[in-house]
């Protein structure tokens, strides 16, 4: 921010500075150019001719310089067959002019004053004004010249120059130390954030509290955002951290307690409750898979194709049911595809495990956004024909190891592992009856990408 603040202020300060040094020196210039004219009308004004057609001043000129020797101030009168008539200061000199260059004037005609310069006097550079007129009683074109030494109007030239590069240069550091002021004092508020983060390391706190102006808010409350989910995630891995050490707890007192008592079903043990153990840990790790795929980035899942892979999969497995899916192909779903494949996967073989043989799913969009939600979702509904869920017993099925038919194998943790991967990802999932079917409904509500 300075180097762009000091990139501005020196361009803008540059071409203002080169367009008010070119105006005062134009304006320099003209009113030197002025004087000259002045002198050049004074000199016309005054001339005359004599009786014998020479031409004379009926009145001096006022200027002191004229009459002094190397002046820097001069006047000449020439005219075709004339000798030149110059002032005193020219003393032996004579101007060069761009009249008589030109044929004695014969084919350069000035009706007006002509302004150029000249450096024909060696370290001595000239400002010329010449003038050709008739006049009266004299057929001759006379032109009538004014030179001045242009120093003086260089010192003044180099002295307005003089004072617009101090003052620029005083101006610019003035503007870039109130830059630097005004850049120093409007980030200030970010030294205090960061004071703030730092008073989170050292102090324990897990929110930043400080009042801060209005302008970092917004940058505060996703520090405490990102806090919260930091939070969050932790409390959720402990969570879960004790989940499975409780639920392995059980199988290895079992293993303990029968090693010691030397059972004769020891082998029959081991593996009964080492499937248990295993059980459990496939459903914490689909949860840690399922989290960390969500903090990857944001998913987009076609919600037709991953239920037609499960379909074809489970087809497999159950070669004598009817399955049906309906609705929207092109629904996308915010979820990484795996996880929809395992929620999809554990429902859809659910309903043909333990339903009629008939499965229906339906993939409907929400268009309109129900009050409360966080935002539109895709309405996922898995229906069979089977006997159902009574309406007491539905809570009860999303625990970890409940089943309620216990003559098909299983390990109870389908729809425990379906709620919580949909709850990872902001959806939801309930139980409810069938009208069409007649079986378990399963409503799965998944956020819309």
Known sequence: MGLIAAG????????????????????????????LEYILTAMIASAEIDAFGEINFYSTLGDQRFLEPGSGLYWQISGKGHDPWPSRSLWDRTLKLQADSANSGESHFDSEPHFYNSNQFRGEPLRIAERTIILPGSETRWTFAVAS?????????????????????????????????????????????RASIQKLRTTGDNRITDPLPAEVQPLVDEVNALLDHTERQAEE????????????????????????????????????EARTMQRHVDHHLARARAVGRRAVGHARTNVHASAEAVRRAVERLYP??????????????????QDLDEILGNLIENAAKYGGGSVFVTIDPEEVVPAGARGPSCVIWIEDD???????????????????????PGTGLGLAIVRDVAEIYGGHVSLGASEDLGGLLVELRLPRA
């Open 8 to 35: 501005w202020i020196s361009v803008l300060l540059l071409g203002g500075g080169v367009a008010l040094e070119r105006t005062l020196t134009a304006q320099v210039e003209s009113n030197f150019d002025e004087q």
């Open 149 to 193: 030494a242009t120093s003086q109007m260089d010192k003044q030239i180099a002295r307005v120059r003089l004072i617009l590069i101090w003052s620029f240069a005083v101006l610019g550091l003035g503007l870039m130390v109130m830059a630097s002021l005004q850049i120093r004092y409007g980030l200030s508020p970010l030294r205090r954030v």
């Open 237 to 272: 891995a402990r969570r879960h951290a004790g989940n499975l050490a409780h639920a392995l707890k059980t199988p290895l007192t079992v293993l303990t307690n029968a090693a010691s008592a030397h059972a004769p079903d020891l082998d029959e043990a081991v593996m009964r």
């Open 320 to 337: 004598e049911g009817r399955f049906d899916i309906a609705g929207d192909r092109a629904a996308m779903v915010a979820i990484e595809r």
């Open 386 to 408: 089977g006997p159902g869920i009574p309406e007491e017993q539905r809570a009860a099925t999303f625990e970890r190891g409940a089943r309620l038919d216990t003559d098909k």
